[in-house]
Nanobody
Framework: QLAESGGGLVQAGGSLRLSCAASGRTFSSYGMGWFRQAPGKEREFVAGISYIVGLTNIADSVKGRFTISRDNAKNTVYLQMNSLKAEDTAVYYC???????????????WGQGTQVTVSS
């Protein structure tokens, strides 16, 4: 089970940090990541991190503003979001997959999602 927290309402230019706590099993051998879905749009990849050496992949739309990290000891992955824009408004989903990629169908486990709203 994946449980997100940290979403909310923030002004443009502000920051938020999302957390995703895993429970029920260990995800230390899984790639972890974040996807988001805005109203009327398809779910899209935001960021991912590998399970061993922490290699990261960041979507071009958020590169330079968002960073992803993980703490395997705490079974938790984080998404630090800086310089937020109105277009970042979406439901953000934590994801885990043994072969996680940028495609939603590579995800084995989803969190329930947390709303991020950026006011302009």
């Amino acid at each position: 089970q994946l449980a997100e927290s940290g979403g909310g309402l923030v002004q443009a230019g502000g920051s938020l940090r999302l957390s995703c706590a895993a429970s029920g099993r260990t995800f230390s051998s899984y790639g972890m990541g974040w996807f988001r879905q805005a109203p009327g749009k398809e779910r899209e990849f935001v960021a991912g991190i590998s399970y061993i050496v922490g290699l990261t992949n960041i979507a071009d739309s958020v590169k330079g503003r968002f960073t992803i990290s993980r703490d395997n000891a705490k079974n938790t992955v984080y998404l630090q979001m800086n310089s937020l824009k109105a277009e970042d408004t979406a439901v953000y989903y934590c994801a885990a997959g043994r072969r996680l990629s940028t495609a939603p169908d590579s995800v084995d486990y989803w969190g329930q999602g947390t709303q991020v709203t950026v006011s302009s």
